[in-house]
């Protein structure tokens, strides 16, 4: 149990999103250290997008902190398809859990975000006072711009109320209830799905592709075709024997926070620091008071794929489709204010694609 924190070990915490990748993360974490009086609900338990749900769970479970890590979230190819959902459900969820969270009179709130708040141009590495100073990227637009809302709630309810809502913006996650979903999963978990398939084509194992499919079904195929519809199907995701055609031109470069790091940062922040800490204490206008939340290092998507397809074995061809959006070329964040707080990454990249390869088979 952590010694001077600002909750206790039965401190009724609700982290909203707990089944998700981030949310589970976190709530292993708070259970690690000690909390016991953690509150959930699932998705089919509790639309977070529908005010008066929302306001019905705070009235009958009075949570005393929140974590809010429920999130409408995606690759590019999600954002920039379904632009109306990616802001729409963000926004509700945000303005519904922060707002009861208020009324109810919860004082510490975690807010969770994404480093995509900031402009498409920004200098890197990705300092905090970046934010709002020149245009998003278009793909991404209405998730950040959601984000970016939700960031500037928590910090107008601090400025106004004396409440200690912060804000953390974590870089591109990764870890233990990724979502492998090829139309909508992120850059990471999406290509080792896909170079693991193509491998397991260029092997013949259609034991393991059929298996594959049945835990984790493709356009409601689930395994259960014959193999040229199976064959047929993954083409259109870029999956062949022996080969995998993936988005973009592999040059931008990314950084990846294994999901465990990111939730141990996450509670270590909402346990130990204070807004009015993270505020300019110069007298300056209050603002750009959020914490990076990352490794400072980065890697391309080109040598990503190629660390996946040595941990996987894989010895086919790996392709890149350049009529498909790169997104953002560079998203290197500024880790100076995390590390300032007592904060530092343990997992690396290398290690952390094992890790999650080895999950991804298992479950």
């Known amino acids: 149990m952590d010694t001077l924190t600002k909750l206790s070990p039965t401190t009724k915490i609700y982290v909203a999103g707990h089944r998700g990748l981030v949310g589970s993360a976190i709530w292993r974490n708070l259970e690690r250290r000690g909390y016991t009086n953690l509150v959930g609900r699932t998705h089919s338990e509790l639309d977070l997008t529908d005010a008066v749900a929302v306001r019905t769970f705070f009235d009958e479970e009075q949570p005393e902190a929140v974590v809010l890590a429920a999130a409408h979230v995606g690759g590019i190819m999600a954002n920039n398809t379904y632009r109306a959902d990616f802001i729409y459900d963000n926004l509700q969820i945000q303005q519904n859990v922060i707002g009861e969270s208020f009324r109810h009179g919860v004082k510490d709130l975690l807010f969770l975000g994404s480093t995509c708040i900031y402009p498409r141009e920004a200098e890197q590495p990705l300092r905090e006072e970046a934010l709002l100073t020149a245009p998003l990227e278009y793909t991404n637009e209405p998730y950040a711009i959601a984000k970016i809302a939700g960031l500037k709630m928590c910090e107008s309810f601090n400025l106004q109320y004396g409440t200690n809502y912060i804000a953390v913006m974590p870089t591109n996650l990764y870890g233990p209830n990724d979502n492998f979903h090829l139309e909508n999963s992120h850059v990471l978990p999406a290509m080792i799905r896909k170079i693991y398939l193509a491998d397991r084509l260029q092997q013949g194992d259609w034991q393991a592709v059929r298996a594959d499919l049945r835990k984790r079904p493709v356009a409601g195929e689930d395994g259960t075709a014959d193999e040229q519809a199976i064959i047929s199907l993954l083409g259109r995701f870029g999956i062949s024997a022996g080969k995998v055609s993936l988005w973009g031109s592999g040059r931008p470069l990314r950084e990846f926070l294994w999901s465990e790091d990111m939730a141990d940062a996450s509670v270590h922040i909402l346990l130990h620091t204070d807004f009015r800490s993270l505020c300019p ?83």
């Open 281 to 363: 204490q110069d007298g300056s206008p209050i603002r750009n008071c959020h914490v990076n939340i990352g490794t400072g290092k980065e890697i391309s998507i080109g040598a990503l794929a190629q660390l996946i397809a040595r941990t996987i074995g894989f010895e086919g061809r790996i392709e890149w489709d350049s009529s498909k959006p790169d997104g953002t070329m560079r998203k290197l964040t500024s880790v100076e204010k995390l590390h300032s707080l007592g904060w530092h990454h343990q997992v690396e990249i290398e290690d952390g694609v094992q890790r999650l390869f080895d999950w991804y088979r298992t479950h």
